[in-house]
């Protein structure tokens, strides 16, 4: 499971390293990398990746959606390992994609992770605390 928020910084080569704990849920399992919504990234242990790559080779390559939603996924997608001081490489795309340079937030979201601009989060961050969504989010789970 993939829990809390760290902000780390990228280095010169474009490596990030992941929290130990995020490290440890990977356990020897690889990663993929991929771009996520709202120009972040969304990284998944590759058994987690699989469930989704199933689901989208259901959807039949005659729809636009699929077929935009497989480009989307699949061609910005990287396989990676944390090297033995736990940084992962960043392809030069995908920090493009998420505005990455400087300071990144990657934040656990039980299953995955997301990896995001630190400033970008910060404001998605104080524009969903502003509106009242997250009120909104808490009601539709009934608890």
């Known amino acids: 499971m993939f829990l809390g928020r760290h902000e780390r910084g990228l280095d010169s080569k474009g490596r990030l390293i992941l929290p130990a704990a995020h490290r440890d849920a990977l356990g020897n399992d690889s ?5 996520g919504l709202d120009h972040c990234l969304f990284l998944f242990p590759r058994s987690q990746f699989e469930v989704w790559r199933q689901k989208i080779r259901e959807l039949p390559l005659t729809d636009p959606l699929g077929r935009l939603l497989r480009r989307h996924i699949f061609s910005a997608a990287d396989e990676v390992t944390p090297d033995g001081q736990g940084r992962i490489n960043l392809l030069p795309h995908l920090r493009e ?3 990455l340079e400087g300071q990144a937030i990657i934040a656990g979201m039980d299953d995955y992770i997301e990896i995001w601009n630190a400033q970008r989060w910060a404001e998605v961050e104080a524009l969903s605390i502003a509106s009242g ?3 909104a989010a808490w009601a539709a789970l009934r608890i």
């Open 31 to 35: 990663a993929i990398i991929t771009y």
């Open 97 to 99: 994609y998420a505005g």
């Open 133 to 135: 969504d997250n009120a």
